[in-house]
Each structure stands twice: as structure tokens, then as C-alpha cells.
């Protein structure tokens, strides 16, 4: 296997659209993927002895090998595939946790690609998308890394063309908010459906933005800022929050908005970035 190195590129909802409650406790939603060319980094290598380690700026904010989902996931991989080789991971983790960008799905997902790739399967082989699936609803969409739309719980996914070279930004305003927290303060309001030819969801929206937003009114001002920038196409709220993300006209635009937030808010996260 030699050493591998996996990008786990980080994810944006362009749009997030919650139909209803189901009666498992889940949500059907409609919701459209798109990915970056920056995440967290996956470094894979056969060793003598299993073992997983966490380095990057947000390292720290980890628990460690019980409960992260890199882990799950090779376990899960092993239940549907059988024994592997003994391997050293490590997890460079650049992605601020629970922020609405699919960093612990995305860490599962390229674990998954890169021992898919060590046994030779498919990643659209069914017995791996049900471990995706088991892992989270946003891994398998993390796991084909491209723009897609979701429905059901958002795991039932249609490749759409991509939207690569799109300048994007995302800020997140210092605050970590709960997936789950965020669900329940939802006011159960279907408001309609998400096309799925609108390629980048402009006509949509992100229902769980006002729940966020009562949750961490932080939320109101990355927002604000972001709205306000010059050459912005398209801001929103994505996932569950507290990152929210701008598209831009141009490349200029988006490092110039960058640097007037980065002037009045130095304590927030920023990343300059484009859609994959």
C-alpha cells in the first residue's frame, strides 16, 4: 500500500430543504452537495500494529479513537469485507468540528475510498455504500465527493454536473452547534420543494438557518458580512451550522471579502477555496 495520503475535501448544502419528520426520528430533506478542493487530510500506512492519531488545528477538539468516525469506518469496512492489513492513520484535521461542513463525514468517507481502493472495490459496490450509509447521512455523498442532489435522509443521491472553479468562502464565527439541537428547534414548517435543475439553488434556501441562528445569533453576523461583500452570488447557511459560505463572481472578489472580514473579525475561521 505504501503511504497514502486521502483529501477529505470539506462539504456545503448550497440549499437544505427539511419535508418532514419521518417516524424512525430522522428527517426527509432535499438538499444539493457541493464539495471544496480544501479539507481535512487522511495519511494511511501499513504499520505492525493498528493504531489512529490526530494532528491539526482542531486536533484537540477530537475525542480519540472510540468514538471517531475515521475508526467506524475502517471498522465498518472490515465487517462487509473481511480482514485487512494492520495500518497507521493519522488525521490532520484542519476543519472546525460540528460546523455544518462534513468534516467527520468526510474523514469516514476517505478512509473508505482509500481501503476501497486497497481491495480493489467499487466505490459505487453496494456492500460500500451501505457502510457509508451506516456511518452518517452526508458520507455517502462525502464518499463520490461531487456535486449531487439528496433526498430521503440524503443518502439517496443524483450526480448533477459539476460546479468546479467556483470561487466560495466560508467563515464560521467561532461557534460549534449541535446537528441534533438544531433539528429539534426546527419549526416543523414544510416550505416546498428543492429543483433539482437548479444548479446552484438560488431559488433555494436552508430551513435549518433560523433554528442556527436562535441557537448562535453569532450565525446573524458571519451571515451579514458575507451578504454584504461585493461580487458575492450566493450566501447561505450550510448544513447545521455555524459555517456559512459565500460563491463568488471572481476569484478578486472573494480574497478582497476575505480580508475585510478577516479586518473587522480576526478570531473567526476563514477559508478562501473553490468548489471542486
Sequence with gaps: MGIITEAAPAKINLALHVRRRRTDGYHDIETLFAFLIEGDVLIVEV????????????????????????????????????????LAITLDKRLPIASGIGGGSADAAAMLRVLARHRSVALDDPALLACAKGLGADVPACLIGRTAFGTGTGIDLIPLDDLTGTPVLLVNPGVAVSTAEVFRAWDGVDRGALGANDPFAREGRNDLEPAARSIAPEIDDALRALAEAPGVTLSRMSGSGATCFALF?????????????RAHQPDWWLLESVLA
Excluded: Q, W
Design 47 to 86: 504499520a505492525e500494529h493498528d493504531s489512529f492519531a490526530i494532528t491539526g488545528p482542531f486536533g484537540a477538539t477530537l475525542s480519540g479513537e472510540s468514538t471517531n468516525l475515521v475508526t467506524k469506518a475502517r471498522d465498518a469496512f472490515i465487517a462487509a469485507f473481511g480482514p485487512i492489513v494492520p
Design 249 to 261: 463572481e471572481s476569484e478578486r472578489a472573494r480574497s478582497a471579502a476575505a480580508r475585510a472580514i
